[in-house]
């Protein structure tokens, strides 16, 4: 089923910073979802997530599906161990806790971080990983309910290209591995380039732009044209800096 946005709209202070905006994402998809700063793509994905609620609106998902987000910065607890962090959500969340005993946790952190690429890191700390690996980190955690729905905000920021094309690559291979719906805030083009399928372009809140992620990289609607090819000339105009 996946996830259907339709006809959303949320304002603040009378401003809308989304106005009816509609889209679908299918299982084993994902959409790439970019534009300017302020545009509406961070409180897109509050309101998928629960964080905020919308002026008017709906998001439709399956009954009971788990959605999971990763933060732009990794969003880790520092005073726990990398198993602490990745187990937290089975232990602490109502519908988990006591559901699993301590050598299943175990199972269940040592799997998420094989999947990631960071076996044997259980008892370290936060600060004892690099910038790259604490977002990989971050993606465990987010797995560890085997989400059908994975939301990422600026999964590549602060990182150098060679660190950024792994996590890129992440994010293909847990789309495949829970066969999930996911949507990508980026302003990267190498993300949406290799991590979506498709793509939304927001401006002032509205969608210009819906389709495939090779369209929206050829650039030929005048908006996308100036988002690949990063122009201060064109439809978008930068209010202030």
Not at 2 to 25: A, P, R, Y
Not at 74 to 83: E, K, N, P, R
Request: hydrophobic residues 35%.
């Amino acid at each position: 089923m996946g996830i259907e946005v339709k006809n959303l709209t949320k304002e603040f202070n009378n401003k809308k910073v989304l106005n009816n905006i509609s889209f679908k994402v299918e299982d084993g998809e994902t959409l790439g979802v970019v534009g300017f700063s302020g545009s509406g793509k961070s409180t897109l994905l509050k309101i998928i997530c629960g964080l905020l609620y919308p002026n008017s609106g709906e998001i439709i998902t399956p009954p009971d599906a788990d959605i999971a987000m990763t933060f732009q910065y990794s969003a880790l607890f520092d005073f726990l161990t990398v198993y602490e962090n990745i187990a937290f959500p089975l232990v602490e969340r109502k519908e988990f806790r006591g559901k699993y005993s301590k050598e299943e946790l175990k199972q269940i952190v040592a799997q998420k971080l094989k999947i990631v690429g960071l076996q044997g890191i259980e008892d370290k700390y936060p600060s004892e990983l690099s910038g790259g690996m604490q977002k990989r980190v971050g993606f465990a955690r987010a797995i560890v309910t085997n989400p059908k729905i994975i939301l990422y905000d600026e999964p590549t920021a602060g990182l150098d290209p060679v660190s950024s094309t792994l996590i890129e690559n992440y994010i293909v291979e847990l789309k495949k591995e829970l066969n999930a719906s996911c949507l990508v805030v980026t302003h990267q083009l190498s993300t949406i380039k290799r991590a979506t399928d498709k793509a939304i372009m927001l401006y002032e809140g509205e969608i210009v732009y819906k389709g495939s992620t090779q369209e929206l990289l050829e650039g030929k609607n005048p908006y996308t044209h100036q988002f690949v090819t990063a122009s201060i000339k064109g439809p978008m105009q930068i209010k202030s800096l």
